[in-house]
């Protein structure tokens, strides 16, 4: 079992930035890849970033490549995910989740664990 728990969230006005975090317990975090997704009111999960299990390949949206950061700390078992240049319509509420597969997952199904979720709100 691992378990994830998201921090950083709050209300940022647009154009500036906020770094999330995920820190995982349980078992040895380095053994899994994270992603990140996010879920706007009234709109399906959407997913944002990927980090493969030692960091060295990273995925992202089209919508925040550019903008968007994901790096991981095998030692602190935790991966962040900065984010700059904020927009509006990046409100959502982020989710981490982990995976014990080693290709990259672009869907909900392909993630084992997810934590509970962090309020990003951005005003225009």
């Known amino acids: 079992q691992v378990q994830l728990v998201e921090t950083g969230g709050g209300l940022v006005q647009a154009g500036g930035s906020l770094r999330l975090s995920c820190t995982a317990s349980?078992?040895?975090?380095?053994?899994?890849?994270v992603g990140w997704f996010r879920q706007a009111p009234g709109k399906e999960r959407e997913f944002v970033a990927h980090?493969?299990?030692?960091?060295?390949?990273?995925y992202y949206a089209d919508s925040v490549k550019g903008r968007f950061t994901i790096s991981r700390d095998n030692a602190k078992n935790t991966v962040y995910l900065q984010m700059n240049s904020l927009k509006p319509e990046d409100t959502s509420v982020y989710y981490c989740?982990?995976?014990?597969?080693?290709?990259?997952?672009?869907?909900?199904?392909?993630?084992?664990?997810w934590g509970q979720g962090t309020q990003v709100t951005v005003s225009s």
């Open positions: 349980g078992r040895t975090f380095s053994m899994y890849a």
């Open positions: 980090i493969s299990r030692s960091g060295g390949t990273t």
């Open positions: 989740a982990a995976t014990s597969r080693l290709s990259i997952s672009y869907s909900l199904g392909g993630y084992d664990y």
